[in-house]
């Protein structure tokens, strides 16, 4: 049973409620009682209140809504950064995007505008082809310039005549050339109906020989007929032009030494008396001298001198004979003998010094 509405008008304001309270709600044809707890959980899962009203329990939550910052902006750590679907740019990669995209919409060679399109789409269903464009491309605006000037209707039933002279008639032909010269031409043998097949149809002109007028006998060859062939008329000119030697500009002489040019014509001549005049590089002249065993000039007394590569044998003959071997290192002796006929005298300290041997005189008898 309903509870009349001013019975309940009249009750005092609930104070300190709890969950367990009982509440009372009336609607035109029905009362329903329940707790404040059953009262609150159907009002926060009521589909009006899940449309318009956030829970606590679905902020930040997966799945749930998203909460704000203290300046009513998402957190970072709530968005998905990237570049795939369902991610969002971050800081000024958003911004570039941004401006890129502005840019682009921007861009009016790469979109057009209605009035454009339209023309565009007109000149598209004109668009045709002439079968004689390659006519219509040698039309310059010169010749449109002439035919602009051309008065209408002249030359209309105009018939050129070759035999009108009379200059003012519109059938008079200007520049007619007085002859038609033939220009340069070929014929095949099938257009000239009486062409000779054979020489036999030929009448030679006087002067001209045939096979018949011709000594056989006279017939030869020539074994050098190579060089024949290359002789000309200039050839012959050169010949029977008598050749004078030209001088050559040298004195008439003998001469030890001469310069002779391509031609083989001698251009000068000279008699040098010195080996460089005749371009000797390898002797020496009769004037050199050299330094004698370590002298200090060319030509000086010889100041020392090396030994021999192999031993020498010095030996005296005659009266007195005797020999030594040496490589010249040192000085050496040589023990002389004498021969029968000479005396031997022993040589005194105070006796000139003269010809001796182991301090003997040498003398003959």
């Not at 009682?33 to 902020?59: M, P, S």
């Not at 990669?93 to 023309?119: Q, W, Y």
């Not at 009769?286 to 007394?301: I, L, V």
């Amino acid at each position: 049973m309903s509870i009349p509405y001013k019975k309940l008008k009249n009750l005092p304001e609930a104070q300190n409620l709890q969950d367990s309270d009982i509440t009372i709600i009336e609607d035109l044809d029905t009362t329903r009682k329940g707790t404040l707890r059953q009262l609150v959980q159907y009002l926060k899962w009521h589909n009006d209140i899940n449309t318009y009203y956030a829970h606590q329990e679905n902020i930040g939550v997966a799945n749930g809504i998203a909460p704000l910052d203290e300046n009513t902006k998402l957190p970072a750590g709530n968005l998905l950064f990237g570049n795939e679907a369902g991610t969002v740019f971050e800081g000024s990669a958003g911004k570039e995007l941004e401006d890129s995209v502005n840019v682009h919409k921007a861009d009016n060679s790469r979109h057009i505008s209605n009035e454009e399109r339209t023309e565009w789409n007109d000149t598209s269903s004109k668009k045709h082809v002439h079968n004689n464009k390659g006519t219509l491309d040698k039309l310059t605006q010169t010749m449109l310039d002439k035919l602009a000037d051309v008065a209408e209707g002249a030359q209309v039933n105009v018939q050129a005549d070759w035999n009108v002279s009379d200059t003012s008639s519109d059938a008079y032909i200007k520049n007619k050339p007085a002859a038609f010269p033939p220009s340069s031409h070929t014929h095949v043998t099938a257009q000239i109906p009486d062409m000779p097949t054979k020489l036999s149809q030929f009448t030679n002109d006087a002067g001209y020989l045939t096979s018949a007028d011709i000594d056989s006998g006279q017939n030869h060859t020539h074994a050098n007929k190579g060089v024949l062939d290359t002789i000309t008329q200039e050839s012959v000119d050169k010949w029977n032009t008598s050749y004078v030697h030209p001088n050559s500009g040298v004195t008439a002489g003998t001469y030890k030494s001469v310069t002779v040019n391509a031609q083989g014509h001698v251009t000068n001549g000279t008699n040098p008396t010195t080996l460089s005049g005749y371009g000797i590089t390898d002797a020496a002249a009769k004037s050199h001298t050299h330094n004698y065993a370590g002298s200090d000039t060319p030509g000086g007394a010889a100041a020392s001198a090396a030994k021999l590569s192999a031993n020498r044998t010095i030996s005296l003959t005659g009266d007195v004979s005797g020999s030594v071997s040496t490589n010249l290192s040192g000085n050496v002796s040589i023990a002389a003998t004498l021969s029968g006929g000479v005396l031997k005298e022993a040589i005194s300290k105070t006796e000139p010094s003269g010809l001796s041997l182991n301090n003997y005189w040498l003398q003959e008898y």
